[in-house]
């Protein structure tokens, strides 16, 4: 069961997104915007081809549109998947920095040092992540790792 269980986590966030498999969106009554039709072609077109027990490999080849699949997984309670997510999110590079900051920088239960972790990945392109790292020193949970990203970044 928990092989599935990010399979199911990326079926439900593509219906929360109102990423409908038919296309027709899946708002509800949300006042959301509804989300860009590529990114949810991008994700749907994942889904539908993504190996049994690896919905997350290979999401950054699709793009800075699996962002927000990639940050809701990196965040979830599945230890592989976050990892999984994390290191997509960095494959993904600069682009995916502020995204990155933003978990950094929440209130989120998990991910905060995944997201720390995934910003020393990316290396000096993830500079304008410097405050949120900088910040994320007086977390003893995250110390070492905004400690290690900030050295991957450098000055």
């Known amino acids: ?14 219906l929360l997104a109102g990423c409908a498999s038919d ?10 915007p509804a989300p860009a039709p590529d990114a949810c072609r991008t994700v749907l077109e ?4 993504a190996p049994e027990g690896e919905p997350v490999r290979g999401l950054a080849g699709r793009g800075t549109g699996t962002l927000p699949v990639l940050v809701y997984l990196m965040t979830g309670e599945d230890t592989a998947t976050a990892m999984a997510a994390a290191e997509e999110a960095a494959r993904i590079g600069g ?16 991910g905060r040092g995944w997201a720390a972790w995934a910003l ?22 995250l110390r070492a790792a905004a400690t290690e990203a900030l050295r991957k970044i450098g000055e």
């Not at 092989?3 to 593509?14: I, K, Q, S």
């Not at 994942?46 to 081809?49: M, P, Q």
């Not at 682009?95 to 998990?110: D, E, M, N, Q």
């Open 1 to 14: 069961m928990t092989r599935r269980m990010p399979a199911v986590a990326l079926a439900a966030v593509t």
């Open 23 to 32: 296309g027709a969106g899946g708002g509800g009554g949300s006042d959301a």
């Open 46 to 49: 994942f889904r539908a081809a």
């Open 95 to 110: 682009p995916a920095v502020p995204a990155l900051a933003g978990v950094l920088g929440s209130k989120a239960p998990r």
């Open 120 to 141: 020393g990945e990316i290396g000096p392109a993830a500079r304008d992540a410097r405050p949120a790292l900088t910040a994320a020193l007086t977390d003893p949970e």
